[in-house]
């Protein structure tokens, strides 16, 4: 008992203890990969998620092409995949501009 608990709390996510009966690994090892495959699948899904933020996120900045009368540069690079400071660049006046950022 005191090996099976040291076990799983090291990291262990199963214990089959002896004699083995072949029916119950295989059902076992069964369960695992099918555990394995929903957490590969939630993954995926959660990075596509975080790529449609990401990209939602860079159509609304500002780009220094989009406004060349303004003269600005910008280096964006969020923290994680999407997230972090938002900023504009607001036109005030015929040659005056605006720059305006939200973060942290």
Known sequence: MKNKVK??????VDYVSK???REEVLARVRVHLRIGAN???IAREHQ???EELRSAQQAILVRPESCPEASFAVFYQPLEGAGGDFYDVVQVDSDIFR??????
């Open 99 to 104: 720059l305006f950022r939200s973060g942290r």
């Open 19 to 21: 004699p083995m009966h």
């Open 7 to 12: 076990g799983l709390k090291i990291g262990g």
């Open 39 to 41: 957490n590969r699948a």
């Open 48 to 50: 596509a998620q975080i």
